[in-house]
T-cell receptor, first 118, second 111 residues
Framework: AQTVTQSQPEMSVQEAETVTLSCTYD???????LFWYKQPPSRQMILVIR??????QNATENRFSVNFQKAAKSFSLKISDSQLGDTAMYFC???????????????FGQGTTLQVKP | NAGVTQTPKFQVLKTGQSMTLQCAQD?????MSWYRQDPGMGLRLIHY???????DQGEVPNGYNVSRSTTEDFPLRLLSAAPSQTSVYFC??????????FGSGTRLTVV
């Protein structure tokens, strides 16, 4: 079974600085999808970034980028120029592609609470 | 486009009562899932579906039933509510390979 581990329960960063959130996962699959979700105090789950395992290029969305290391099964999220609105809980998640057994299952890590300080 | 709509937003049940949490999506997504989130914790998968007529269990299925008669709807049934089912419930939907779009959640309290 796939597992997703986020080893940093809480982190903090000063406004305008850069922070990196860690995520590791365990799978025997060669093709899969990885995601980072943001959950602000409003509780709404917001998709931040998506990575396809067969693409070597790291995904980027504005100030958010990932460092995807397939061999190490590592998928970290870097937030540049941190803003107060980035304060939230961040979840790493894993999903197998269509055609696989258990496709459609999105498995989450435990989450990292990020506090951006002014 | 309403996205993923969950009803109700809040609910208080007495132990032993039954209820159905409603979930509907208007994006023609194949996949739909139900999660629960307990305080300070991540999201745990209850049940999921990869298409109409197809459902499967997630990590914590006990005490919950689902069915998927249409692409749009994926209701979650609590047959006999227990205090351990007090949680925030999220419904989500996805097109193959894309990230899930989440509803706004239902806060359920069982007393």
């Amino acid at each position: 079974a796939q597992t997703v581990t986020q080893s940093q329960p809480e982190m903090s960063v000063q406004e305008a600085e850069t922070v990196t959130l860690s995520c590791t996962y365990d799978t025997s699959e060669n093709n899969y999808y990885l995601f980072w979700y943001k959950q602000p105090p409003s509780r709404q789950m917001i998709l931040v970034i998506r990575q396809e395992a067969y693409k070597q290029q790291n995904a980027t969305e504005n100030r958010f980028s990932v460092n995807f290391q397939k061999a190490a099964k590592s998928f970290s999220l870097k937030i540049s120029d941190s803003q107060l609105g980035d304060t939230a809980m961040y979840f790493c998640a894993f999903m197998k592609p269509s055609g696989s057994s258990n496709t459609g299952k999105l498995i989450f890590g435990q989450g990292t609470t990020l506090q951006v300080k002014p | 486009n309403a996205g993923v709509t969950q009803t109700p937003k809040f609910q208080v049940l007495k132990t032993g009562q039954s209820m159905t949490l409603q979930c509907a999506q208007d994006m023609n997504h194949e996949y739909m899932s139900w999660y629960r989130q307990d305080p300070g914790m991540g999201l745990r998968l209850i049940h999921y579906s990869v298409g109409a007529g197809i459902t499967d269990q997630g990590e914590v299925p006990n005490g919950y039933n689902v069915s998927r008669s249409t692409t749009e709807d994926f209701p979650l049934r609590l047959l006999s509510a227990a205090p351990s089912q007090t949680s925030v419930y999220f419904c989500a939907s996805s097109r193959t390979g894309n990230g899930y779009t989440f509803g706004s959640g239902t806060r359920l309290t069982v007393v």
